[in-house]
């Protein structure tokens, strides 16, 4: 990989999310959900069951470190929302993903077809 590929020296907080809590910032990434459509879109995504048990400590641990924001929709519903760091978040992991993948002008061509998908 050529110096003009390589990604950006400071990865940020990406490095430490698990794959899981990196998951539910990219549902976030599209747009503010209750919990319990987070827990379907990753259900969706996993294809099996994800336990409460799972989900809303992941989802308070990324209200801690400030990439997700909480709040009240009524007494018993949150929403939850992606903060500026936790987009910043979500590029950070995109950008090494495409420094791994794109080692040549062809993949360059296939990332660059399948980000003008969702154009």
């Not at 995504?45 to 990439?67: A, K, Q, T, W």
């Not at 993948?101 to 360059?108: E, L, Q, S």
Request: aromatic share 8%; hydrophobic share 40%; charged share 30%.
């Amino acid at each position: 990989m050529s110096e003009a590929q390589t990604a950006a020296t400071d990865p940020g907080v990406a490095p430490d999310l698990t794959a899981f809590q990196q998951n539910i910032l990219t549902i976030l990434a599209e747009e503010p959900r209750y919990g319990l459509a987070i827990k379907r879109e990753l259900e969706t995504y996993y294809g099996s069951e994800v336990n409460h048990g799972r989900l809303y400590p992941n989802l308070d641990d990324l209200v801690e470190m400030g990439l997700v924001e909480k709040s009240e929709l009524d007494k018993r519903t949150n929403e939850y929302a992606l903060t500026d760091e936790g987009l910043d978040a979500v590029f950070d992991q995109l950008a090494w993903t495409f420094s791994k993948v794109v080692t040549d002008g062809d993949r360059a061509d296939r990332v660059r077809d399948l980000v003008a998908q969702f154009e």
